[in-house]
Structure formats: C-alpha cells, structure tokens
C-alpha cells in the first residue's frame, strides 16, 4: 500500500481551466481567419471603381474605399454626438441625486418641533 502512495503519474492530468483556455485560442485564431477571408472576399468583390458626385465635382474611386471613408466618418460622428451630449448634460447624475437626497431628509424634519 505504501507503494503505491509514493508513485507519480507518468504524465499529468492537464487541468479544466487550462484545457478551456487553449480551446478558447483555437477558437479565436479560427475566429479570425474566417475574418480575414471574409473581408479578403469583400474587397475583391467591390475593387470596381465608381462615380462619386459631390456637389462641386465627381470623383472615380473604388468601392471599398467609399465603405471606408464612411465608416469612418460614421465612427467619428458617433463618437463626437456621444462626448456632445456627456457635455451637454453637466455634473454627474450621483451629485444631482445626492442633493435631492439632502432635500428628502430636510423636509421629513419640518412636523418636529
């Protein structure tokens, strides 16, 4: 019995926590190739070039460079309309409720006397 107490497993158990990480990483390196492939598809797909009309001029580009200029710009956009209306609004909800708070407390004082 003493035996077998003093053995060592020739090659260790891997443990549930690192056998779902390196599940995990295949996973996203899949992830990301099935990705890549699609967006390789995509710009091959829209490599033909097309007429742009501003108001002054037209312009001959690719396609794909037409999605992502206004990608972008709608990225920029969404970000600018968010950081305008944090700033518009003003202090931190939290102070506002703190004071309102602060008038609940004084006004259930008023009956004492």
Same mark, same amino acid.
């Given at each position: 019995?003493?035996?077998?107490?003093?053995? $060592?497993?020739?090659?260790?158990?891997?443990?549930?926590? =690192?056998?779902?990480?390196?599940? @995990?990483?295949?996973?996203?390196?899949?992830?990301?190739?099935?990705?890549?492939? &699609?967006?390789?598809? +995509?710009?091959?797909?829209?490599?033909?070039?097309?007429?742009?009309? +501003?108001?002054? +001029?037209? &312009?001959?580009?690719?396609? $794909?460079?037409? +999605?992502?200029?206004?990608? $972008? *710009?709608?990225?920029?956009?969404?970000?600018?309309?968010?950081?305008?209306?944090?700033? =518009?609004?003003?202090? *931190?909800?939290?102070?506002?409720?703190?004071?309102?708070? &602060? =008038?609940?407390?004084?006004?259930?004082? @008023?009956?004492?006397?």
């Amino acid at each position: 019995m003493a035996e077998l107490q003093n053995q $060592i497993p020739a090659s260790p158990t891997p443990s549930p926590a =690192r056998g779902s990480r390196e599940r @995990r990483d295949v996973l996203r390196a899949v992830a990301v190739l099935v990705l890549l492939a &699609a967006l390789v598809a +995509f710009v091959l797909k829209n490599s033909e070039e097309v007429t742009v009309s +501003f108001v002054l +001029f037209d &312009a001959h580009v690719r396609l $794909i460079w037409v +999605f992502l200029v206004t990608a $972008i *710009a709608g990225g920029v956009l969404d970000r600018l309309v968010l950081w305008w209306s944090r700033h =518009r609004r003003g202090p *931190a909800r939290g102070a506002r409720g703190a004071t309102s708070g &602060a =008038r609940l407390h004084r006004s259930s004082g @008023r009956g004492r006397g």
